[in-house]
């Protein structure tokens, strides 16, 4: 007769925990694969515990952008406006190889790019400086803004294609079409 699994007490997991437990299943399987049976596995509890917590993976995704958001400063090095085109050059290559080396934190920021409120505004506060070190330097407001703007979002697109282009050569394709046998 097999033994019977012992679980965890009710209400003995926390939010915390849970998101915890979904970024190391997600380290090792990826965000796409990334499922409430597993992360219920990973965490030695049953599934309707963490439904408690998030009632579809949408939600727990959303709160773990919002740790990710939270956790990574995106805006060091500071723009130095004395010397802005040197320094915004080093932001965006630290920017990039930030994303880069973290695919968790480019799946969940840049690919699936579904933000909270709170995470949104968080982002919104951690342009200011840049943009006040472009103005000090001398652009306009529209200026320093359309300036930040397209090295910020040619950085994150160049990102965005490469982490792209790296998950279909490592087989695990980029989404739901790819998972499709059409024969």
């Known amino acids: 007769m097999a033994q019977r699994r ?3 007490e009710r ?3 926390s939010v915390g925990e849970i998101l915890n437990g979904a970024f190391a299943v997600a380290a090792e399987v990826s965000i796409d694969n990334l499922s409430m049976p597993l ?3 990973q965490l030695d509890v049953g599934v309707t515990s963490i439904y408690w917590y998030f009632r579809k993976k949408d939600e727990l995704l959303d709160a773990m952008t919002d740790r990710a958001l939270q956790r990574y400063e995106f805006t060091v090095p500071c723009i130095d406006a004395s010397n802005w085109r040197v320094s915004l050059r080093n932001h965006a290559r630290t920017m990039r190889r930030r994303f880069l080396d973290d695919p968790i934190l ?3 920021v840049l690919i699936r790019g579904h933000y909270g409120a709170r995470a949104l505004h968080g982002a919104f506060k951690e342009i200011e400086q840049p943009v006040a070190a472009l103005v000090e330097a001398g652009l306009t ?3 320093a ?3 930040y703007g397209a090295i910020s979002v ?3 697109g160049s990102v965005v294609l490469e982490r792209l282009q790296n998950k279909t050569l490592a087989g695990r394709g980029i989404g739901y079409a790819d ?3 059409f024969d």
């Open 106 to 108: 480019c799946d969940l």
């Open 6 to 8: 012992r679980r965890r």
């Open 141 to 143: 407001p529209e200026q």
């Open 179 to 181: 998972d499709i046998d």
């Open 145 to 147: 803004v359309e300036t």
């Open 39 to 41: 992360l219920a596995k």
């Open 154 to 156: 040619h950085t994150r």
């Open 11 to 13: 209400g003995s997991i």
